[in-house]
T-cell receptor, first 109, second 114 residues
Framework: GQNIDQPTEMTATEGAIVQINCTYQ??????LFWYQQHAGEAPTFLSY????GLEEKGRFSSFLSRSKGYSYLLLKELQMKDSASYLC??????????FGGGTRLMVKP | DVKVTQSSRYLVKRTGEKVFLECVQD?????MFWYRQDPGLGLRLIYF???????EKGDIPEGYSVSREKKERFSLILESASTNQTSMYLC?????????????FGSGTRLTVV
């Protein structure tokens, strides 16, 4: 299984950049996901990293270092609608997911 | 648009009641999952199913059972609801071997047991 750690809450300003960090301890690591979840809604897929490095997708980027057991999600040009919880999710052997507790991001005007 | 549909968004039940939470997916996915989500604890896997009539225990199966009689439908059953089962319940489905990439979640059922 895996243990996933990420900050509980973060606050940032509209238009700014924010980085949400995630560390994991794992056996049978098979990739790492980031999901976004707005209050009262289903989690939605943002990114998937299986190799080391940065994956960029529009305003969102995700980074993985397997040797350090570390990932981050980078959000640029923050918008008010980015206020949500961001879930760091490990993919174990057998393609089973382990979820972190989520980071609640509040974007202020 | 592909969907995972949970039958109820909000439920209030009494302690000791038998509770059924229904989940239906229209993507012909092999795998279906039930999670509960509690503040600070993340999503925790209750049960999952790889195929019709097959079920596997997740991390926290105590107090729950499941049924998968048809490929598209996965039901979570609380045999005798208790207040510590008050939570948000999320259903998800995924294709057979692609794991997390294909995960699709339902909108959740917020269950309150009084």
């Amino acid at each position: 299984g895996q243990n996933i750690d990420q900050p509980t809450e973060m606050t940032a300003t509209e238009g700014a950049i924010v980085q949400i960090n995630c560390t994991y301890q794992t056996s049978g690591f098979n990739g790492l996901f980031w999901y976004q979840q707005h209050a009262g809604e289903a989690p939605t897929f943002l990114s998937y990293n299986v190799l080391d490095g940065l994956e960029e997708k529009g305003r969102f980027s995700s980074f993985l270092s397997r040797s350090k057991g570390y990932s981050y999600l980078l959000l640029k040009e923050l918008q008010m609608k980015d206020s949500a919880s961001y879930l760091c999710v490990g993919n174990n052997a057998g393609n089973m997911l382990t979820f972190g507790g989520g980071t609640r991001l509040m974007v202020k005007p | 648009d592909v969907k995972v549909t949970q039958s109820s968004r909000y439920l209030v039940k009494r302690t000791g009641e038998k509770v059924f939470l229904e989940c239906v997916q229209d993507m012909d996915h092999e795998n279906m999952f039930w999670y509960r989500q509690d503040p600070g604890l993340g999503l925790r896997l209750i049960y999952f199913s790889y195929d019709v009539k097959m079920k596997e225990k997740g991390d926290i199966p105590e107090g729950y059972s499941v049924s998968r009689e048809k490929k598209e439908r996965f039901s979570l059953i609380l045999e005798s609801a208790s207040t510590n089962q008050t939570s948000m319940y999320l259903c998800a489905s995924s294709p057979g071997v692609t794991g997390g990439i294909g995960y699709t979640f339902g909108s959740g059922t917020r269950l309150t047991v009084v």
